[in-house]
């Protein structure tokens, strides 16, 4: 029998491959191509005088200049609003190549194609621009400031104002027996990829099409843009997704300037051109995320139950806003985690600033949120002076609640209803993984070696598996191999692996016969991307759906073929066999030739398909409803997103001289329904929670006040190495199958990186006894707190005056 492959920890078939060098990424195709070179702005905020490309004509081995004037049609119209809002009044996008002015360090102004990259780079250096410069909006106090514009037409620099509430919140607070007030902030980040963005083009003038292969997380996405932008049916357009070297969120956006720019200059040149991008360019023109400023009001009674609760964000988005509102309505809704204020409203207010533009990164949004919610929760707990899971677990969503109703629209722009969970069971798990109730103990014995430690926690919910859908496509070769295809790209993730699974045990076959493939517009052109935690939920579900077509499919030509009932077959190892008649069997692969009714025989396999050998002369070769072939394609389109869950808890030790922060012990727990893998699982946490610890403590993009990136740059930009991240994670799950999908399963992908800011908080504030309002935080900044707290927080954590 076929051993159970769904639950298993599988090993990751993709390894091999990549451990032995042979991943093919995008700069180790076309090795004739032509290359691409970006001249960007070199400032923050101006107006383009004038741009004099003549120096570069006449130099050896170019081959083509691009500005602005050179673009016609859709090319010379802003880049699209990818998801448009009611509430995004003033929407901005960039142009592929700046018209009149720049808004970023960093802003593509002119292309030049070459016969290498070296000459493209110096031909680059040779452009002569004017500029009239202008004073930047650099930061969110400028932008709320607003008394200078990144755009004139632009109010205030106010791209939207959007307000959810389920109540009066005001008056709830004005209610309630106890209030506090924050103030919070966390700082702008990035996802830094090891790989960077770029695109290669081919143009086939015989046959009127256009291939692009791009470093990206959606490639139908980027197919359709390109189909748009140069006027191509999308049939003739194909893009294809090679191994990509990470994400994170970045690689989500589509277009990229490049990625029209480089197909077109492959059409007018009839010869294939590609684009690198470097990693100085990756800082300054890609994306970054996290800025927000909060304030929170909240109101609640002497258990900690919160009766009402009040939040406005200030939210950074760059200068243009392609990605639309998705971060901030990530933030003010994920925000509420597994608690159940009664009444709640939540306004944001997406800025612009002279900066690289906000798009989502692992996370996307809810790191904020979280942190906005769980300091609450930990200054009720001061407040009060109660154990801070006792003040969560008042506010918990019981499991006999579920589905449970916030009340609110979610980014899907669906509502806000959480499917499945267990949040005390949660809670107990992770006290005891992390030894919560014996904390007092190890402190005291710390505290007697003239050490300091502290202990965190941060609770959340994630919305995940968000639609519209996506599918799958499955094929029975002739060989008994089993070829599946989804159109959503893969960045690392373990879709080869995972997805197989599914398919070894909905259709009872062979792990090993199993061929994934992702990202190849050709083999599944109709798909949405990578990201949101999406992929196993949404392709996932659709292959399972697919493999339960073939299962039927071949059921039902086994019947045909061994006269049996559908209802006395089995399928096991590829082999279709009738229950308890051994030797009454016939291989799926035997049933992929009979499935196609042939005229000619190409090989000995083909033979049992020719008319005279096999069918029933009084019926059609392909009766009406059905299809030649041994294969099916179907899609999944959710009603409405699930929703992962989890809590992660950290011991830190704070060096009393240095401020030097050391993580001692680190717990997770997670519900994401049923585990596909939990080998898998375990790995995205993990990497998530290398990632949130650079977040929390070590990353920033650290703009001047000209809008000039200062650490642009690995030698600069201060990450993690393995000798700050965790060298042991604890990790346990729950699961709580979800009810929205054919498998009961959630998303896992950004679990690891979303509570970090807030458990981190958390626990430099336990140790320090001192309220921690702003992340991320450097021993630098650690150590000034120290010098400059005079004992008193009231400028942080407020309780409002007439608190009773």
């Known amino acids: 029998m076929t051993t159970k492959a769904f639950g298993e920890r599988v090993a990751r078939v993709e390894d091999e491959r990549f451990l032995r060098g042979r991943g093919r990424y995008l700069d180790d195709l076309a090795p004739d191509a032509l290359h691409v070179a970006v001249l960007r702005s070199p400032h923050a905020h101006a107006r383009i005088l004038d741009i004099d490309v003549d120096p570069v004509l006449d130099l050896d081995g170019v081959v083509a200049v691009y500005t602005y004037d050179d673009l016609t049609g859709a090319m010379a119209e802003p880049l699209p609003m990818l998801i448009p809002h009611p509430d995004l009044t003033h929407g901005r996008t960039q142009y592929a190549l700046a018209k009149d002015q720049v808004n970023y360090v960093g802003e593509a102004i002119a292309m030049v194609v070459a016969v290498d990259r070296y000459v493209a780079e110096d031909a680059v250096g040779r452009i002569v621009v004017s500029y009239e410069v202008m004073t930047p909006v650099v930061g969110l106090d400028a932008a709320r400031a607003a008394e200078r514009l990144v755009h004139d037409d632009v109010p205030g620099n106010v791209a939207a104002t959007s307000t959810q509430a389920t109540g009066d919140a005001m008056a709830a607070i004005g209610r309630a027996p106890h209030r506090l007030a924050l103030d919070l902030d966390i700082e702008r980040s990035a996802c830094t990829p090891m790989e960077g963005r770029g695109t290669v083009a081919k143009w086939d003038t015989d046959n009127g099409r256009l291939e692009v292969w791009s470093s990206t997380q959606t490639s139908t996405g980027v197919r359709a843009a390109i189909a748009s932008k140069l006027g191509l049916d999308l049939s003739v357009v194909d893009v294809i997704t090679p191994d990509v070297g990470g994400g994170f969120g970045v690689k989500v956006v589509h277009p990229w300037p490049e990625e029209v720019l480089v197909p077109m200059a492959a059409m007018a040149l009839g010869r294939p051109v590609k684009f690198t991008e470097d990693r100085r360019e990756h800082f300054i023109s890609a994306a970054h995320e996290r800025a927000q400023q909060q304030h929170v009001e909240v109101g609640f009674d002497d258990d900690g139950r919160i009766l009402g609760l009040d939040v406005e964000v200030w939210h950074d988005n760059g200068a243009y806003l392609p990605y639309g509102l998705i971060v901030p309505i990530i933030t003010t809704t994920q925000l509420l985690g597994p608690y159940k204020p009664p009444v709640y409203k939540a306004t944001f207010h997406s800025l612009y600033t002279n900066t690289v533009i906000v798009t989502p990164y692992r996370g996307a949004g809810r790191p904020q949120g979280v942190f906005a919610m769980e300091r609450t929760m930990d200054a009720i707990?001061?407040?009060?002076?109660?154990?801070?899971?006792?003040?969560?677990?008042?506010?918990?969503?019981?499991?006999?609640?579920?589905?449970?109703?916030?009340?609110?629209?979610?980014?899907?722009?669906?509502?806000?209803?959480?499917?499945?969970?267990?949040?005390?069971?949660?809670?107990?798990?992770?006290?005891?993984?992390?030894?919560?109730?014996?904390?007092?103990?190890?402190?005291?014995?710390?505290?007697?070696?003239?050490?300091?430690?502290?202990?965190?926690?941060?609770?959340?919910?994630e919305g995940t598996g968000v639609g519209p859908y996506e599918g799958g496509h499955i094929q029975v070769e002739t060989t008994g191999k089993i070829k599946v295809s989804t159109g959503l790209t893969t960045q690392g993730q373990g879709h080869q692996t995972a997805f197989a699974q599914i398919v070894a045990d909905e259709l009872g076959v062979r792990f090993e016969d199993v061929e994934v493939v992702t990202g190849d517009t050709r083999r599944m052109p109709y798909a949405v991307g990578t990201y949101a935690s999406r992929a196993a939920v949404m392709s996932g579900s659709a292959i399972a759906l697919s493999a339960r077509s073939v299962k039927r499919k071949a059921l039902e030509l086994a019947a045909e073929a061994l006269e049996a009932n559908v209802d006395d077959l089995e399928i096991a190892d590829g082999v279709v066999s009738v229950k308890g008649a051994p030797g009454a069997q016939v291989s799926l692969g035997t049933l992929a030739v009979l499935s196609n009714p042939l005229r000619y025989a190409f090989d000995e396999a083909s033979k049992a398909a020719t008319q005279f050998s096999v069918g029933d002369a009084d019926k059609v070769p392909v009766p009406e409803g059905t299809s030649p072939g041994l294969e099916s394609r179907d899609f999944y389109s959710p009603p409405r997103s699930t929703f992962a869950s989890g809590m992660h808890a950290v011991i830190v030790e704070t060096d009393p001289d240095t401020a030097e922060i050391t993580i001692l012990k680190y717990a997770v727990v997670h519900d994401c329904g049923r585990l596909i893998n939990p080998m898998i699982v375990e790995g995205q946490i993990h990497g998530g929670v290398a990632q949130g610890v650079g977040g929390a403590l070590y990353e920033r993009m650290a703009y001047d006040e000209h809008g000039q990136l200062q650490n642009a740059s690995f030698m600069d930009f201060l990450m993690p190495y393995v000798t700050e991240v965790p060298k042991t994670i604890d990790v346990d799950h729950l699961e709580t199958p979800s009810p929205l999908n054919p498998l009961g399963i959630k998303g896992a992908g950004e679990a690891g990186v979303i509570p970090s800011a807030a458990v981190f908080a958390s626990a430099i504030e336990d140790a320090e006894g001192f309220t921690i309002t702003r992340m991320p935080i450097s021993p630098s900044e650690l150590y000034d707190l120290r010098r400059t707290h005079a004992g008193s927080d009231e400028a942080a954590v407020v309780a409002v005056e007439g608190d009773s």
């Not at 916030?406 to 993984?433: A, E, R, V, W």
């Open 381 to 461: 707990a001061s407040y009060l002076g109660k154990d801070r899971t006792e003040v969560r677990s008042a506010n918990f969503i019981q499991p006999d609640e579920f589905p449970y109703d916030q009340g609110l629209i979610f980014q899907d722009g669906k509502p806000l209803i959480y499917d499945s969970g267990d949040f005390p069971q949660m809670l107990d798990k992770l006290k005891t993984l992390v030894g919560w109730d014996e904390f007092g103990a190890f402190r005291d014995e710390m505290r007697a070696q003239g050490r300091t430690v502290g202990m965190g926690i941060g609770c959340y919910v």
